[in-house]
């Protein structure tokens, strides 16, 4: 059986990631949350770290030249675009909606909760998910190649 390292390797530092985000959230707001486990946005961009974790493992494990490198390369750069314009945007839209609902008086406000705000990326988190991803991805491919016998 052909172990996945790519996709090992990109799950754990995904992981890893949005561990990183419970402890420096927690902190920040000086109480432990693990809210922070399963959020979108933050610092670091874990969606930014996991396609360029798969990506590094993929070029460690098939080479650069691999369709399979190529597809992982573009998927990310998409995934990448989007956690930062996309999403960013809509982080922008929600913080705008629930200060405009928070600005009327209680009894005209929406009957719904307010909207998150942590949901797209700025340039210096998906900056620190690129290293995270790279050096985590590459770790984790080179340590698995090592560790397990039969894997080329």
């Given amino acids: 059986m052909k172990l996945p390292i790519a996709l090992i390797a990109a799950v754990v530092t995904q992981t ?20 922070y486990f399963l959020s979108s946005g933050g610092m670091p961009s874990s969606h930014s770290a996991f396609v ?48 405009l609902a928070e600005s009327r008086p ?7 909760e307010q909207l998150p705000e942590m949901i797209g990326h700025t340039l210096p988190e ?11 991805g590459g770790a984790f491919a080179l340590l698995l190649q090592r560790l397990v016998p039969g894997v080329a």
Wanted: with cysteine.
């Fill in 52 to 99: 360029t974790a798969l990506c590094v493992a993929l070029a460690i494990h098939n080479g650069i030249a691999s369709d399979a490198f190529a597809v992982a390369a573009v998927f990310g750069f998409i995934v990448i675009h989007d956690a930062y314009r996309l999403r960013g945007t809509v982080e922008k839209q929600s913080k705008a909606l629930n200060l």
């Fill in 106 to 112: 209680p009894e005209a406000r929406p009957k719904i």
């Fill in 16 to 35: 890893l990631c949005q561990l990183f985000k419970v402890a420096l959230y927690s902190i920040r707001d000086r109480r432990v949350s693990f809210k």
């Fill in 126 to 136: 998906i900056a620190a998910g690129l290293g995270a991803g790279g050096l985590l």
